[in-house]
C-alpha cells in the first residue's frame, strides 16, 4: 500500500529556512496533484501550496506563496516545500497529501482537503523567537 512520508521538520530559529519532503513509500504511483498542508495547535488545518504533477504548476495560499515553495521530482514521485524566513507563527505540523484524479483538479489546485486521497503522517516544524 502506497504511504506518503514527510521529512526534514525540526527546531529551527526565526528567520530560518528548512526544505520538507514528502516521498512515496511502497507501490510506485504518479499523482495527478500533490499538496502541503499545516496545522498549528488548536487551529484549523491550513492549506499552503498544491502542484500538478503533469504541468508543474504551482499553486498557493496567498499570505504564504512569498516565504514558500512547492517543487517536485517526477522520477522519484516526492514533492518539497522550501520555507524560508520561517517565524514563530509557522510552528506546526506539516502534511503532504497526494490527489488521484484529474477530475478534482480545480478542488486540488483551491487546497480542498476532500479532494485528496492519501495523506502522510505529518513533520513537525517548531520555530522559536
Known amino acids: 500500500q502506497v504511504q506518503l512520508i514527510e521529512s526534514g521538520g525540526e527546531l529551527v530559529q526565526a528567520g530560518g529556512s528548512l526544505r520538507l519532503s514528502c516521498a512515496a513509500a511502497?507501490?510506485?504511483?504518479?499523482?495527478?496533484?500533490m499538496a502541503w498542508f499545516r496545522q498549528a495547535p488548536g487551529k484549523e488545518r491550513e492549506w499552503i501550496s498544491t502542484l500538478l504533477w503533469s504541468t508543474g504548476s504551482e499553486y498557493y495560499a496567498d499570505p504564504l506563496k512569498d516565504r514558500f515553495a512547492i517543487s517536485r521530482d517526477n522520477a522519484k514521485n516526492e514533492v518539497y516545500l522550501q520555507l524560508s524566513d520561517l517565524k514563530p507563527e509557522d510552528t506546526a505540523i506539516y502534511y503532504c497529501?497526494?490527489?488521484?484524479?484529474?477530475?478534482?483538479?480545480?478542488?486540488?489546485?483551491?487546497?480542498?482537503?476532500?479532494?485528496?486521497?492519501?495523506w502522510g503522517q505529518g513533520t513537525q516544524v517548531t520555530v522559536s523567537s
Open positions: 511502497g507501490d510506485t504511483f504518479t499523482p495527478y496533484s
Open positions: 497529501a497526494a490527489g488521484v484524479s484529474r477530475k478534482w483538479a480545480v478542488a486540488q489546485s483551491t487546497g480542498a482537503e476532500r479532494s485528496f486521497d492519501t
